[in-house]
């Protein structure tokens, strides 16, 4: 197979020799966008070359975009990203991309089909079963993973610009596209101490006291426990990647973090450990338990057990309703409402910055800044007047 690199003004171009055409018997070259640098163009052609040789390449027209993101985009990213991030990709890429809009040449995408899909899946794109619109924050992030391959399909002169760059997703509103639904202190102490006697008791009390995250939680080992000094180190979590539980590095370098506990919680810490190891004894299990939180054989916990478990729980409870995930909100918002400052919540959290945790609970300050202007004029004026 031959090629060339060529240059045309400002750009090089990787072309390709393709044959002779039938009709003209003329030879037929394909012209590759390739960049602003020779370099690049050649690496452009060496992998253009490389895929006639191994019997993969077709001419850039005659590629789907479902071909594309299947064939070529998805397995040259599955070394370079998390396990869990691939799963998603394959997963939107086979549920919503292919069965909607993967027949569209690659080149022949425009971005009034982005939109009109995106529109689609705001209103009938559910695939469980139950209909209805996918969240508005869903839809952001399918349209993330096209314009991500759409970029790396451009750079290497599969297409001449990145339709998705001009396509419009939905907006997302600040704070999140899900309602919120937190309990109060006195709501989280019953329940609490209604479930005392079950055996999820104390991966939910770890949970509501620190706001880990489900992950998280399942995830952490006793080796970053540590009792006498009442605190934990968030180092990885337990992911459910492609049904299995997996486990995996925190979201990111902010999750990785230190958290201080209270002395209730290391009690009920060393009370659970105390159990691990007599029940480990009974049954003549051997081998270092490395997970806080394991099934009887000492392996983990699938996350989507652990939300199971909680929405058995919730049925059986006489409580208001709330997600697992809520616990953390519950969380964040105790500590908000107590006068715990922006940032503490935020590193304990493991949050990007405060701004951020300002963001996602900005339903609490309200109520914090009439507090804090009733204590301005009580510590100047002294009792607040009244008209």
Same mark, same amino acid.
């Given at each position: 197979m031959r090629g060339h690199v060529a240059r045309k003004g400002n750009r090089y171009y990787a072309v390709v020799y393709e044959g002779f055409d039938p009709a003209t018997g003329q030879e037929r070259h394909r012209w590759h966008a390739a960049g602003a640098t020779r370099k690049g163009a050649e690496k452009v052609l060496g992998e253009l070359i490389k895929r006639m040789h191994d019997g993969d390449y077709r001419a850039p027209d005659r590629i789907t975009l479902g071909d594309y993101l299947l064939e070529r985009w998805l397995p040259t990213k599955q070394a370079q990203i998390r396990p869990s991030t691939y799963s998603s990709y394959r997963n939107n890429v086979i549920t919503h991309v292919v069965p909607r809009i993967g027949s569209i040449p690659l080149q022949k995408l425009q971005p009034e089909d982005l939109d009109t899909f995106y529109a689609h899946l705001l209103r009938d794109g559910r695939r469980n079963g139950a209909g209805g619109g996918l969240a508005p924050k869903t839809v952001r992030i399918i349209h993330g993973i096209i314009r991500k391959a759409l970029a790396d399909a451009l750079r290497k002169g599969s297409v001449t610009r990145n339709v998705a760059d001009l396509a419009d997703p939905p907006k997302v509103r600040l704070g999140g596209s899900r309602t919120m639904t937190v309990w109060s202190a006195d709501e989280l102490r @019953?329940? !609490?101490?209604?479930?005392? @006697?079950? &055996?999820w008791y104390v991966p939910i009390f770890l949970a509501a006291?620190?706001?880990?995250?489900?992950? &998280?939680v399942l995830g952490l080992t006793w080796h970053n426990v540590d009792l006498d000094s009442a605190r934990l180190v968030v180092s990885q979590q337990i992911l459910s990647v492609e049904y299995a539980a997996t486990v995996a590095d925190v979201k990111t370098a902010h999750s990785r973090r230190t958290i201080d506990l209270d002395p209730r919680t290391v009690a009920v810490l060393r009370a659970w450990r105390r159990h691990q190891l007599e029940q480990k004894m009974s049954t003549g299990r051997r081998g270092d338990d490395e997970f806080v939180f394991t099934h009887p054989d000492g392996g983990p916990i699938h996350p989507d057990f652990f939300s199971q478990s909680w929405q058995? !729980?919730?049925r059986n409870s006489e409580h208001r309703r709330i997600r697992l995930h809520d616990l953390r909100h519950t969380h964040a918002t105790i500590l908000l409402k107590a006068g715990v400052p922006v940032k503490v919540v935020s590193e304990r959290l493991g949050h990007s910055s405060p701004a951020f945790t300002i963001t996602v609970y900005q339903h609490v300050l309200p109520g914090m800044q009439a507090d804090a202007a009733a204590a301005f004029s009580a510590a100047v004026f002294g009792t607040a007047s009244t008209s």
């Open positions: @019953d329940f !609490l101490a209604s479930i005392e @006697d079950s &055996e006291n620190t706001g880990m995250r489900r992950g &998280e058995r !729980l919730m």
